[in-house]
């Protein structure tokens, strides 16, 4: 799934002008091609590598990142594509459980296409898999665990319920991209728990 994701996203990318690729992500102070240099140095990342990195970044996973993309960002929007293109057959993964890859390449794609009005049909059981992870996962990690606490999410498109307290109600993406911090999407949930949301973080 990891796989088909990579794939997809590349071939969107592929179409893209250097106008589109300096366009603003979902991801707060990213461009696009910034996501996909992050895409590039997640796909890479192998468990010691992860440790050494974090290290080196003085245990601070922000500054870690940041130092991801400016390491794999290429000159030119094209070499970066074609960095994410050599990187995307790996199956090397960071000290973390398989679907956080899953997570990575589902919400990088949504904060990449949604800003350029690009659309994917997403396997429903990539984004349950996502979701359900985001929520086992800790707001130290980029995760959600706390957050799920304080309100029950219920996907719309799916069986799918996690969380205890107010309810929000949405398309199973929709939830993930919330849960993740993605703002932006709020407008598209309903019920009284979306207030929780909204004033996280």
Request: glycine letters at 8%; hydrophobic letters at 40%.
């Amino acid at each position: 799934m990891v796989h088909t994701e990579r794939a997809a996203l590349i071939e969107d990318l592929a179409h893209l002008d250097d106008e589109q690729w300096a366009t603003p992500s979902l991801c707060d102070g990213w461009t696009v091609h910034d996501v996909v240099a992050h895409l590039v140095d997640t796909a890479l990342t192998t468990r010691l590598g992860f440790v050494v990195g974090l290290a080196r970044a003085r245990f601070d996973f922000d500054r870690q990142n940041a130092l991801g993309v400016a390491r794999r960002r290429g000159a030119t929007p094209q070499e970066t594509l074609e960095r994410l293109r050599r990187a995307a057959p790996r199956k090397s993964t960071p000290p973390a459980p398989l679907d956080s890859r899953l997570v990575e390449e589902v919400v990088h794609g949504e904060d990449i296409r949604r800003p350029l009005g690009l659309s994917r049909t997403y396997p429903p059981e990539a984004v349950a898999r996502s979701l359900r992870l985001q929520t086992r996962t800790p707001a130290s990690f980029g995760g959600a665990k706390e957050l799920v606490a304080r309100v029950r999410l219920t996907a719309t498109d799916d069986d799918l319920t996690l969380g205890t307290g107010p309810a929000v109600t949405g398309p199973a993406l929709t939830l993930l991209l919330a849960v993740s911090g993605r703002r932006s999407v709020l407008g598209e949930l309903e019920g009284p728990g979306v207030h929780t949301l909204a004033t996280v973080g």
